[in-house]
């Protein structure tokens, strides 16, 4: 595994064109680190893994295992795209592939999604060509819904909600589209509504 790390190491830095120095001066360790862990004489520390996963432009999990695993061509499909939602600061990611997804240093897994029950449900009514959301949901401080998203077949349109905001939001008409809400409550589940 050692050899791995060491061989993946060298191959990014080549790859984006950096000298053994180059890459020691952006995560603040010298060039004989460098060399050290390109000969497989030594490992990366702990601590250093985050600057250097950033820095190669690789995850923290490929650096570690000394692989880059790679999706098959072309992958992605809408009809299996996967909500993230990092429960720390609120961000929202999507993969239509099968991808390893972090935020604010914790590994996401994707949103599970159920029918909107009578509190998460969405109405949604035509509005010459936009279509207006509406719901229910409490819009309090502690308690409110986080997003909404609208997912056709070769498009997203995801709208971050605030707390003591409206309860009601346009999104632009999105050819059978399926429309999906987030909740402070439970940040694992995705709930959808049939237009």
């Known amino acids: 595994m050692q050899h791995n790390v060491s061989e993946l190491i060298r191959r990014r830095r080549q790859e984006l064109g950096l000298t053994q120095a180059a890459l020691a001066k ?3 360790v010298s060039a004989k680190a460098v060399s050290k862990w390109e000969t497989a004489a030594g490992l990366p520390d702990a ?6 996963s950033e820095a190669l432009g ?6 570690l295992l000394g692989q880059i695993r790679q999706n098959p061509p072309d992958g992605g499909n809408m009809k299996r795209i996967k909500f993230y939602q990092c429960p720390d600061c609120g961000n929202m990611l999507t993969a239509t592939g099968k991808a390893e997804l972090s935020c604010c240093g914790r590994r996401l897994s994707p949103m599970q999604i159920r029918p909107a029950d009578d509190a998460h449900r969405l109405t949604i009514t035509d509005i010459e060509t936009e279509k207006l959301l509406t ?3 409490p819009m309090e401080k502690g308690h409110h819904l986080t997003f909404l998203a609208a997912v056709g077949y070769d498009c997203v349109h995801i709208v971050r909600l605030y707390p003591e905001g409206a309860q009601e939001h346009r999104l632009p008409r999105i050819p059978w589209a399926k429309y999906f809400c987030g909740c402070t409550e439970d940040m694992t589940t995705l709930y959808q509504s049939n237009p």
């Open 26 to 28: 952006r995560i603040h």
């Open 47 to 52: 601590a250093l893994v985050p600057a250097l």
């Open 58 to 63: 690789v995850s923290a999990d490929s650096l």
């Open 135 to 137: 719901w229910r949901h």
